[in-house]
């Protein structure tokens, strides 16, 4: 396989993590970053030894001619640097939450699908070995039937890291969008079937939320207990439960290096016996799985992932939307008549 050349698009936090993976990979060929500066974009260029640094999005994207382009900016303009990105015939890996709602999300697959380019919500989480693994032993039966997932991702800020964006309706943020779109992943890692039902609780902070918990039932009295806060520090593993055992997806489940498989213990006790630990210690931040996972769907001629597909893209988009229309936060990108849809 060749090698991919890569456009940056975004100079933040997430972007110099997302690099500082990728590099990693001798396929994965760094050539240009875009920020709303050029400061900005020379002084990340200068950092990582990317040749091309712009200030200008559509300048990049004509002149770098890059192959994938990595959009890591706040949520609220990810549709317009997706789909021009996607004009221009070039693939695109975006972050979570890749829209701001389901017109959107629609028209980025459509676009992508029309294209014959791939289009990938950057769902990271998924690419880990440990939850590779994780969902190895659950498709062969290692814990039985999956009757309940919990799932917690809550932490509070310190002073200097606050990102005011992340919680702020009118820039696309909030708990739901943040961090939600993680714990509903993992609870459709677990049992993959849409809720019969979802009932939630919200703490609403600047027109979004900034705490909310969900709670989802399935068909066959099986349940998911999801928890999202950027106000109090929580535990953040995630916990797989089935009829004949459990898996811990920790230390951190949204970057994990382990996963553990427990069995109920004989004779009907109250306890677990460790079954398998599987524990490696990564490289950089992690997120080379991921850009590795993208290069390889394309090199096979795939236009999607097959670890995070576009149904469960739009399935999690449509919970979202649900709840806070319910909760009344609304975005400046809504689509017309949205209340009402």
Known sequence: MGKFKWAIVSTGYIAHRFVQGARLLPQADIVAVSSRTMESAKKFADEYGIAGRYDDYGKMLAEAKPDIVYVATPNIVHYAYVMQALERGIHVLCEKPMADNLTQMNEMYAKAAEADLFLMEGMWTRCFPAVRKAIDWIRSGKIGRVNHVRSEFSFKPEDGHWQPWKAEAALGGGAIRDLGIYTLSMAFLGIPEEPLSITSTCVPYRGADLHSEFFLEFADNRTAFLRNGMDTMAGLE??????????????????????????????????????????????????????????????????????????????????????????GIRYTTDPEGWWTD
């Not at 997806?249 to 079954?275: S, T």
């Open 238 to 327: 995630t916990v797989i439960c089935g009829d004949e055992g459990q898996i811990k997806i920790g230390r951190v489940f949204f970057c994990p290096d382990r996963a553990i498989l427990y069995r109920n213990e004989e004779g009907g006790g109250f306890g677990y016996v460790e079954q398998e630990v599987f524990d490696e210690p990564y490289e950089a931040t992690g997120f080379q799985y991921e850009a590795q996972h993208v290069m390889d769907r394309i090199s096979a001629g795939e236009t999607t992932s097959d670890w995070f597909p576009p149904m469960e893209s739009r399935k999690i988009c449509r919970i979202t939307d649900e709840f806070r229309r319910k909760w």
